[in-house]
């Protein structure tokens, strides 16, 4: 069974501009995660997607926001990046949501440097 | 804020066992205990997880001691590949808590 795959696998974008990127889950998966990794914050939570509806959301501006598919698919867009932005952004997908005995099963990452 | 306190790091002699600790003294009867690992640069990769019984799979296992206080993960023969952060993590537990809420981890060298 293919894994958690994500694209674009690296970015570099501008100040100011707007960026999407794109995850799909392993086949059957139904729950979409996003979360953030930088130096200094480590591994945090952005969003939790299930069944196209946001379930849950991590401690982020406005300007992090998500979306998910009738297949599960999901994308994530940040706008008028900033310096603090470049990170590497993961995906993990779950069986389901809202249980925590459920593991989840992470992506490669896009690697997102801002300018 | 993590739940969890790991040392931050720790060797280990290839081809030894390798015993990470991790105590999560506040863990409330419905909280998992999760580990992940993470090699330089990839995504985090799921290890093991388990509730109050121990745990093996074929990558690990996880025991965790009665109270459920602190838990043990085992890499029975580690690798050089086998070199990563480890995250152990105490998920669950109210609404809103189904994410994984990761700490700084424990850094894994394997030496040859």
């Known amino acids: 069974k293919a894994g958690v795959t994500q694209t674009p696998r690296y970015l570099i974008k501008t100040r100011g501009q707007q960026v999407t990127l794109s995850c799909s889950p392993i086949s059957g998966h139904r729950s979409v995660s996003w979360y953030q990794q930088t130096p200094g914050q480590g591994l945090q939570f952005l969003f939790e997607?299930?069944?196209?509806?946001?379930?849950n959301k991590g401690n982020f501006p406005g300007r992090f926001s998500g979306r998910q598919f009738s297949n599960s698919r999901s994308e994530m867009n940040v706008s008028t990046l900033e310096l603090g932005d470049s990170a590497l952004y993961l995906c993990?997908?779950?069986?389901?949501?809202?249980?925590?005995?459920?593991?989840?099963?992470f992506g490669p990452g896009t690697r997102l440097t801002v300018t | 804020d993590a739940k969890t306190t790991q040392p931050p790091s720790m060797d280990c002699a290839e081809g030894r066992a390798a015993n990470l600790p991790c105590n999560h003294s506040t863990i409330s009867g419905n909280e998992y205990v999760y580990w992940y690992r993470q090699i330089h640069s990839q995504g985090p990769q799921y290890i093991i997880h388990g509730l109050k019984n121990n745990e093996t799979n074929e990558m690990a296992s996880l025991i965790i001691t009665e109270d459920r206080k602190s838990s043990t993960l085992i890499l029975p023969h580690a690798t050089l590949r086998d070199t990563a952060v480890y995250y152990c993590?105490?998920?669950?537990?109210?609404?809103?808590?189904?994410?994984?809420?990761f700490g700084k981890g424990t850094k894994l060298s394997v030496i040859p």
């Open positions: 993990a997908s779950s069986p389901s949501a809202g249980r925590w005995s459920y593991e989840q099963y």
């Open positions: 997607y299930f069944s196209e509806t946001q379930r």
């Open positions: 993590i105490v998920r669950g537990s109210g609404a809103g808590s189904y994410q994984l809420t």
